[in-house]
T-cell receptor, first 114, second 114 residues
Framework: DADVTQTPRNRITKTGKRIMLECSQT?????MYWYRQDPGLGLRLIYY???????NKGEISDGYSVSRQAQAKFSLSLESAIPNQTALYFC?????????????FGSGTQLSVL | AQSVTQLDSQVPVFEEAPVELRCNYS??????LFWYVQYPNQGLQLLLK??????LVESINGFEAEFNKSQTSFHLRKPSVHISDTAEYFC????????????FGTGTRLLVSP
């Protein structure tokens, strides 16, 4: 079983709909992240969380919200989806006890907003 | 703040040929440097990293990268590539004190053909 699991793997939705992407992990890591990947732009950080009560905005948080329901679960919501939010979304985790903060990624969610 | 430049968006090579994927960074503080690899339809995984010490770091599958502070570079090399090395490669940088968000480059797609 994957250590970092994202659901769904693929989602097609319409403009204006509310969408939630879910992430769960079995690695026991305290830190969790949401990134989006766009061709030619690499990965950009949306939100990150140090623990259940510590959530921080990344570089592109507008139009997104997150919820850290438990140490192992971190969900990303698009309250009103728009076409330019079409992208590949990745959840990642890291262990604050590691010096290098190595990231462990899920397999991604491909979101298409029509 | 840190930034990463990967000038080559795509690098085509023949199997068993050598390859170099270029990465330059900028930072006002000392850094950690990473190469992540993304195989088709998968999330990113750490390939190798420089934290401190020897400036030449190696991965288990034959890649190596050298930290060059004067040229602010961390180029990735492999003397003989395989078809299975076809993937997208991301260079990333973070500051090395406290928590520092990882900043990714835009990625280089390595295409290995027979």
């Amino acid at each position: 079983d994957a250590d970092v699991t994202q659901t769904p793997r693929n989602r097609i939705t319409k403009t204006g709909k509310r969408i939630m992407l879910e992430c769960s992990q079995t690695k026991g890591h305290d830190r969790m992240y949401w990134y989006r990947q766009d061709p030619g732009l690499g990965l950009r950080l949306i939100y990150y969380s140090f623990d259940v009560k510590d959530i921080n905005k990344g570089e592109i948080s507008d139009g997104y919200s997150v919820s850290r329901q438990a140490q192992a679960k971190f969900s990303l919501s698009l309250e009103s989806a728009i076409p330019n939010q079409t992208a590949l979304y990745f959840c990642a985790t890291s262990d604050s006890k590691r010096e290098d903060e190595k990231l462990f990624f899920g397999s991604g969610t491909q979101l298409s907003v029509l | 703040a840190q930034s990463v430049t990967q000038l080559d968006s795509q690098v085509p090579v023949f199997e068993e040929a050598p390859v170099e994927l270029r990465c330059n960074y900028s930072s006002s503080v000392s850094v950690y440097l990473f190469w992540y690899v993304q195989y088709p339809n998968q999330g990113l995984q750490l390939l190798l990293k420089y934290l401190s010490g020897s400036t030449l770091v190696e991965s288990i599958n034959g890649f190596e990268a050298e930290f060059n502070k004067s040229q602010t570079s961390f180029h990735l090399r492999k003397p003989s590539v395989h078809i299975s090395d076809t993937a997208e490669y991301f260079c990333a940088v973070s500051g090395n004190t406290g928590f520092q968000k990882l900043v990714f480059g835009t990625g280089t797609r390595l295409l290995v053909s027979p």
